[in-house]
């Protein structure tokens, strides 16, 4: 079992940048996959970047490739997001979520979630 707590969230203005941090428990996050996805207001949740294990992979949505970075520190079990060049589209709630093992791009390809926490982007 894992828990998963994101922090980082808030208010920011358009071009500026957030980083978003996912504490993770247990002993053996190093084997799960990591990922991070985004519900906009009125919208489904969507894909936003995922990690390996090891975080020799990474992969990331169209909309965020070039502007966002998924990263992981095995040691301190916590994944980030480093968001820069912010846009108002990008404002959601972001959630964190995990998987025993690979890598996924889909929602339902995940085991555990985060509460989430809002970003917004607004002058």
């Known amino acids: 079992q894992v828990q998963l707590v994101e922090s980082g969230g808030g208010l920011v203005q358009p071009g500026g940048s957030l980083t978003l941090s996912c504490a993770a428990s247990?002993?053996?996050?190093?084997?799960?996959?990591a990922g991070w996805f985004r519900q906009p207001p009125g919208k489904d949740r969507e894909f936003v970047a995922a990690?390996?294990?090891?975080?020799?992979?990474?992969y990331y949505a169209n909309s965020v490739k070039g502007r966002f970075t998924i990263s992981r520190d095995n040691a301190k079990n916590t994944v980030y997001l480093q968001m820069n060049s912010l846009k108002a589209e990008d404002t959601a709630v972001y959630y964190c979520?995990?998987?025993?093992?690979?890598?996924?791009?889909?929602?339902?390809?995940?085991?555990?979630w985060g509460q989430g926490t809002q970003v917004t982007v607004s002058s």
């Open positions: 247990g002993r053996t996050f190093s084997s799960y996959g």
């Open positions: 990690i390996s294990g090891s975080g020799g992979t990474t």
């Open positions: 979520a995990a998987v025993v093992a690979g890598i996924a791009t889909t929602a339902n390809g995940y085991n555990f």
